[in-house]
């Protein structure tokens, strides 16, 4: 096995990977510049909080309807096709977006409207990109390659969030909608120059009927395990609560509060990705020192706090360094959580179970916005987010106040849900 020399971690030796590596990183750049301009361009056009949770619920839609049957699809096709193909139609979709918003022919609509069409073509890319991966890099360098992917996407969320927030203040959302169209062409070229097999693929017969079965089949496998069966309704709820602050009251509390502008919003996100950075690289050793249900509950304990102390700051600094802290722990549950999963599921079974849990997931999300976007409109932002953060430390603590809860999780076995309590 090639080791690691100096500090540049040994995949990086493998040229296609490296190739492939620059190309996703600025996409993801531009991808966290979108972000931040789809928000506040769409806060700047209806100051509704609605629209604002409407416009983001677009990108998780497909994520929830469409990738269970994309996946199937591009497992018939030539993966590095498939890239292409959907990057060239974001680059597109941008291109006409920033030519639109430059013009200040920029509608409500529309941002939904590009929204739901570059997270349709995202559940494509995603699992075409995973796969592209896997047949350039050898097996025992695809977890360090893993490894700085995920590294890769905090840096550039930092980056991006931060230089986001100031370009659209100095020049508006339009000039952050092209540097992300332009990114997308750059992971085109990236993937032209790597040198990946396209074996002929098994091409077979897709029935509703099956495509139900597998998602039944996912959903009896995963209820075997205490794990998952016990702790993913309360992370799921703690997620509902949570993630629209995150991600739409924010914005609210920040520019009708506090009278900050998108550099503020952008300032917040980057130390929360600050924090996401640091919690991916700890929670391996604290894994080691504290069980999985534990480190789980304390994690989700202290977000819920956060979030709640949110509505209630004076001012950014102050919500800067509860988003840290909030990041930093929002990154030891999800990565501890689906670790957890890919360790007790079978792997024959894994897909099915992964599949069935990421879309619950990814359901949550929309539905949270669109819920407390519309209550947003007749509560002030700062009070409804002390409100969802009191109802995420309730769910977090559930297995404290539920006995039953308790011990069906202290007596799950070891391989079930790591180091004993």
């Known amino acids: 096995m090639d080791r690691q020399q100096g500090w540049i971690p040994a995949v990086f ?227 509902f609560f949570v993630i629209a602050v995150e991600n739409l009251l924010l914005v609210q509390y920040i520019a009708n509060t506090l009278h900050r502008g998108s550099a503020a919003v952008g300032a917040v996100n980057a130390t929360m990705a600050v924090g996401e950075l640091v919690g991916s690289l700890l929670v391996t050793s604290v894994t080691r020192r504290i069980a999985v249900q534990r480190l789980l509950i304390i994690n989700m304990l202290v977000t819920s706090v956060c979030v709640g102390l949110t509505g209630i700051a004076p001012g950014v600094a102050v919500i800067c360094a509860l988003f840290g802290i909030s990041g930093f722990c929002m990154s030891m549950v999800n990565i501890t959580f689906f670790t957890s999963i890919q360790q007790v599921i079978p792997s024959e079974s894994l897909a099915a179970v992964w599949g069935m849990v990421a879309a619950v997931f990814n359901a949550v999300v929309p539905v949270g916005q669109l819920v407390f976007g519309a209550i947003g409109l007749a509560v002030a932002p700062g009070r409804l987010i002390v409100i969802l953060g009191l109802c995420a430390a309730l769910c977090a603590a559930a297995p404290v106040w539920s006995p039953a809860l308790r011990r069906q999780l202290r007596d799950a076995r070891p391989t079930d849900a790591g180091p004993a309590p």
């Open 13 to 239: 030796r493998n040229r296609d990977f490296s190739v492939f590596f620059a190309g996703q990183a600025i996409s993801r750049l531009g991808d966290s510049m979108f972000t931040i301009a789809i928000v506040w361009l769409m806060h700047e056009l209806t100051n509704s909080s609605l629209w604002m949770s409407v416009a983001l619920a677009a990108g998780f839609v497909p994520h929830v309807v469409i990738a269970p049957v994309s996946g199937v699809l591009v497992n018939r096709w030539p993966k590095r096709r498939v890239v292409i193909r959907t990057d060239v139609l974001r680059f597109l979709l941008l291109a006409a977006l920033t030519a639109a918003t430059a013009a200040h022919h920029t509608a409500p609509w529309m941002l939904v409207v590009a929204n739901l069409l570059l997270a349709t073509a995202s559940t494509f890319a995603t699992p075409a990109y995973i796969v592209v991966q896997k047949r350039i890099v050898h097996d025992h360098h695809l977890m360090q390659a893993n490894s700085v992917n995920q590294t890769a996407l905090n840096i550039t969320q930092i980056i991006g969030y931060a230089a986001g927030g100031t370009l659209i203040g100095l020049l508006g959302a339009a000039a952050a909608f092209a540097i992300d169209a332009v990114s997308f062409l750059c992971a085109v070229a990236a993937m032209l120059l790597i040198r990946v097999s396209e074996p002929a693929v098994e091409r077979k017969p897709l029935t509703g009927m099956n495509l139900l079965r597998d998602i039944a089949q996912g959903v009896r496998i995963a209820a075997r395990f205490p794990l998952v069966r016990l702790l993913t309704p309360v992370i799921l709820s703690y997620t």
